[in-house]
T-cell receptor, first 113, second 111 residues
C-alpha cells in the first residue's frame, strides 16, 4: 500500500498562473517532507522541504503547505514559468525507519506560454 | 567535479551479461543509496549504505549486488538480469537523515 500518494498524474497551467501540486500520506510518523523536481534524462533535484513542526515553508516562487491533521501537503508555484515544466515528486521521511525516504509516483506539470 | 555522478548514462545488456553501474559523490556525505525508477511507479529504494556499511536491502533480488568500497563510491553489479529490470537506476547521497542528492541516473535496457 502506498504511503505517499500523488493522485494527479498530470497538471497543465498557463504561464503566470499558480500551480498547485498535491500530496497525501498515510503514515502519521512521517516528520519531514520534501519536494523534488525531475527533468527528462536527469536525476531528481531537491526543491523544498518542510518539517512537521511547521505548516508552511517558502522559498522564492515555491511554497509548501503542510496540514498534519489531513495528512496532506501541497506545493504552490507562483508565478508558474515554462521552465517549471517537469515531474514533481513528493517524498516523506520519518518514523522508526528514519533513513527511508518514501516517494510518491509524481505529477507531471506542464506550463504553457 | 561536484555533486553526484553516475556512469554509464545508458546501458543495453543481454540477460546473460555482467555489468556494473558506478556512482561517485563529491559532497562529503556519509550515506549512499541506490533507487530504481520504473515507468509509472514511485522511486523504489534498493540499498542503503551508511559509512560504507549496508544498512538496508529492500528485498532486492540477488542478481543485483551492491558494493561500497568507500564513502565516495558506490557500485551496482548486475548479472543475469531480466527484461523487467529495465529501468532508470538512480544513485543518491545524503548526510542522514535528510535531503538526498541524486545523480543523473543510468538508463538500463535489458534485452
Amino acid at each position: 500500500d502506498q504511503q505517499v500518494k500523488q493522485n494527479s498524474p498530470s497538471l497543465s497551467v498557463q504561464e503566470g498562473r499558480i500551480s498547485i501540486l498535491n500530496c497525501d500520506y498515510t503514515n502519521s510518523m512521517f516528520d519531514y517532507f520534501l519536494w523534488y523536481k525531475k527533468y527528462p534524462a536527469e536525476g531528481p533535484t531537491f526543491l523544498i522541504s518542510i518539517s512537521s513542526i511547521k505548516d508552511k515553508n517558502e522559498d522564492g516562487r515555491f511554497t509548501v503547505f503542510l496540514n498534519k491533521s489531513a495528512k496532506h501537503l501541497s506545493l504552490h508555484i507562483v508565478p508558474s514559468q515554462p521552465g517549471d515544466s517537469a515531474v514533481y515528486f513528493c517524498a516523506a521521511i520519518g518514523g522508526q525507519a528514519g533513513t527511508a525516504l518514501i516517494f510518491g509516483k509524481g505529477t507531471t506539470l506542464s506550463v504553457s506560454s | 567535479e561536484t555533486g553526484v555522478t553516475q556512469t554509464p548514462r545508458h546501458l543495453v545488456m543481454g540477460m546473460t551479461n555482467k555489468k556494473s553501474l558506478k556512482c561517485e559523490q563529491h559532497l562529503g556525505h556519509n550515506a549512499m543509496y541506490w533507487y530504481k525508477q520504473s515507468a509509472k511507479k514511485p522511486l523504489e529504494l534498493m540499498f542503503v549504505y551508511n559509512f560504507k556499511e549496508q544498512t538496508e536491502n529492500n528485498s532486492v533480488p540477488s542478481r543485483f549486488s551492491p558494493e561500497c568500497p568507500n564513502s565516495s563510491h558506490l557500485f551496482l553489479h548486475l548479472h543475469t538480469l531480466q527484461p523487467e529490470d529495465s529501468a532508470l537506476y538512480l544513485c543518491a547521497s545524503s548526510q542522514p537523515p535528510g535531503i538526498r542528492w541524486f545523480g543523473p541516473g543510468t538508463r538500463l535496457t535489458v534485452t
